[in-house]
């Protein structure tokens, strides 16, 4: 009970290779997290923003020949 086996070595011998091998793996899995996160903060931002008012059409002035026509 107080030794580990040959099945505990090789999980731990695992876990080693997959933390820490193979050039930065973790690193870039991390980093490809980090950005799924922003991405979906920025989204949440997106909604809750206000829109911009659109800006009130404004008639044109009018001239003597469209008075004339009416």
């Known amino acids: 009970m107080g030794s580990m086996s040959w099945v505990h070595w090789l999980i731990v011998i695992g876990v080693g290779a997959v933390l820490f091998g193979g050039g930065g793996k973790l690193s870039a ?3 490809d997290a980090a950005k799924g996160i922003r991405a979906f903060r920025d989204g949440l ?5 206000p829109k911009p008012a659109e800006p009130a059409a404004t008639p ?8 004339a026509r009416h």
């Open 60 to 67: 044109l002035p009018r001239t003597d020949k469209d008075e």
């Open 29 to 31: 899995l991390m980093g």
């Open 45 to 49: 931002k997106g909604e809750d923003a």
